[in-house]
């Protein structure tokens, strides 16, 4: 493959490429080889609505806008972007600021927390994913903050499980008052589909409010559909202070985040904040992200009872599967993390899965499946064969 060879000679890469792409369509992806896969990473959680889905690509097609917008000056589409997104959020997240991807939406949500706290110290989830800046990076997993330490000095790792324990080590935290933000996803891709209990986020958003800390939900991964509702917040009986944005807000095709927030915070931002970001809303991506918002609420019913049925599908099939190591099945909607407790046996599994045509995501000890929110029940049916077969 000479693409690789280059890549592995000029390209920075800490992976080893599983497949060199070619093109891909609908819940499929072809190599260079032309061999065509089953496409259960769909991008991690980019590809919500399928590759290539006509209704997100006729925007790109049809976009007769400026090639550039300058961020100080206006362009209505970000109005009616922001617009759309104020009326799908929970809550009275009304505010949105423009960023190029999910790791800036963060940023946005941690700079904001800061200035309209006043306060310094963050608290997370141990072994999070919030983006690959310095910042996102120091707030997360803690063996990547040991790297980043001296950049944001307060940060709290609270263990999972999610429990009573848990609720009790966050409420010591906030007590203290010094705490601007608790941010976590509301359903943890990166902890291989954790899914808390509804009472666990009750209480965790009364404690915020007790102690006037910010409850940040981290949606770039989980939001725009993969849990079978438009945010995973939704699932629990919580309004965020701020809800990061990214992946699939892009319909697959274009790049884009966005932070949304309440007028009071978005105002304290407004006023102290650093908000500059050249590419953040690139008039494509914006025509592409409007386009993806319209054909979310347009098709919500259709895509939505897709997402519970193979759900339960996947379910059924996925617990009465015969495992070579005992595996926990973590499901929500299409969100979907097998956990066998062991890397090696998760690689070994995914590559089996690769060579059979069904492309997986390997994570840790486990592997997520992360399919188009509008699979087809016979792809479905073929990909969980493969999956059965190589386990
Ligand atoms: C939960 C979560 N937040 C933030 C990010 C960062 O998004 P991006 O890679 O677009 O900067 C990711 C990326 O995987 C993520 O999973």
């Given at each position: ?124 989830l141990e072994g ?204 929500l909607g299409l ?35 992360i399919p188009a ?19």
């Amino acid at each position: 493959m000479a693409g690789t060879r280059l890549e592995t000679k000029y390209l920075g890469s800490s992976e080893t490429p599983e497949l060199q792409l070619s093109r891909a369509q609908g819940s499929f992806v072809f190599d260079t080889a032309g061999r065509k896969y089953i496409d259960f990473v769909m991008g991690w959680c980019v590809g919500n609505f399928g590759w290539g889905n006509p209704e997100i690509v006729r925007a790109v097609q049809r976009f007769a806008g400026p090639d550039y917008a300058y961020p100080e000056w206006s362009y209505a589409p970000w109005g009616e972007l922001a617009r759309l997104l104020a009326s799908i959020a929970p809550g009275k997240l009304t505010k949105s600021f423009r960023a190029t991807g999910g790791s800036e939406a963060v940023e946005l949500a941690l700079q904001a927390a800061l200035v309209h706290t006043g306060r310094r110290a963050f608290v997370a989830l141990e072994g999070s994913y919030h983006g690959n800046t310095l910042g996102t990076l120091s707030i997360a997993d803690s063996e990547n903050r040991k790297k980043y330490e001296n950049l944001l000095p307060f940060c709290h790792k609270i263990d999972t499980p999610l429990d009573e324990k848990a609720l009790d080590k966050i409420e010591t935290r906030l007590k203290r008052r010094d705490v601007a933000a608790f941010i976590m996803e509301p359903v943890s891709m990166n902890l291989g589909v954790l899914i808390p209990d509804a009472l666990f986020m009750t209480q965790l958003q009364k404690l915020c409010r007790r102690y006037g800390t910010l409850l940040v939900m981290d949606e770039v991964a989980c939001g725009f559909g993969r849990t079978g509702k438009i945010f995973a917040s939704e699932h629990f009986d919580i309004e965020p202070d701020i809800m990061c944005l990214g992946k699939a807000i892009g319909g697959g095709v274009l790049g884009l985040g966005a932070m949304i927030t309440t007028e009071a915070v978005g105002q304290s931002l407004e006023e102290d904040g650093s908000l500059w970001s050249t590419f953040g809303w690139h008039p494509r991506s914006v025509d592409v992200a409007i386009a993806t918002v319209r054909y979310v609420t347009r098709h919500q019913k259709k895509l939505f009872d897709n997402v519970a049925r193979m759900s339960d599908y996947f379910r059924a099939r996925l617990s009465q599967m015969e495992y070579e190591n005992p595996a926990s099945i973590n499901i929500l909607g299409l969100a979907i993390g097998v956990d066998f407790d062991d890397e090696d046996y998760a690689n070994k599994v995914a590559a089996r899965c690769r060579r059979k045509g069904l492309v997986v995501a390997p994570q840790d000890t486990g592997i997520l499946l992360i399919p188009a929110l509008n699979i087809e029940y016979e792809v479905a049916e073929k990909a969980l064969d493969i999956f059965e077969d190589s386990i």
